[in-house]
């Protein structure tokens, strides 16, 4: 299975990206596909997650302005980022729930500039 990012750039403050994630290979079912990102110096964290029900999950930090979706019959994921800020810069990786293993992607970088 592979995914590959796309969509990650620089952008100023205020502004909007959307990332996408297209999964390939042995693929029968991906119960929840997820976005993550790591910035310098920091773990990798959590930014939202989405059921192949479509129930989602969100960090804090981005909430009301992140939307993550999803296509099950193409099996891509979508993150819509408004109102970006300089702390949203990190290198964004998507991540992929298949029975009982996870894949992730090779990530994309997204540089909020203030």
């Known amino acids: 299975v592979q995914l590959v990012e796309s969509g990650g750039g620089l952008v100023q403050a205020g502004g909007s990206l959307r990332l996408s994630c297209a999964a390939s290979g042995s693929i029968f079912t991906i119960n929840v596909m997820g976005w993550y990102r790591q910035a310098p110096g920091k773990q990798r964290e959590l930014v939202a997650a989405?059921?192949?029900?479509?129930?989602?999950d969100y960090a804090d930090s981005v909430k009301g302005r992140f939307t993550i979706s999803r296509d099950n019959a193409k099996n891509t994921v979508h993150l819509q980022m408004n109102s970006l800020k300089p702390e949203d810069t990190a290198v964004y990786y998507c991540?992929?729930?298949?029975?009982?293993?996870?894949?992730w992607g090779q990530g994309t970088q997204v540089t909020v500039s203030s």
């Open positions: 989405i059921t192949s029900g479509g129930s989602t």
């Open positions: 991540r992929a729930f298949i029975r009982e293993y996870n894949y």
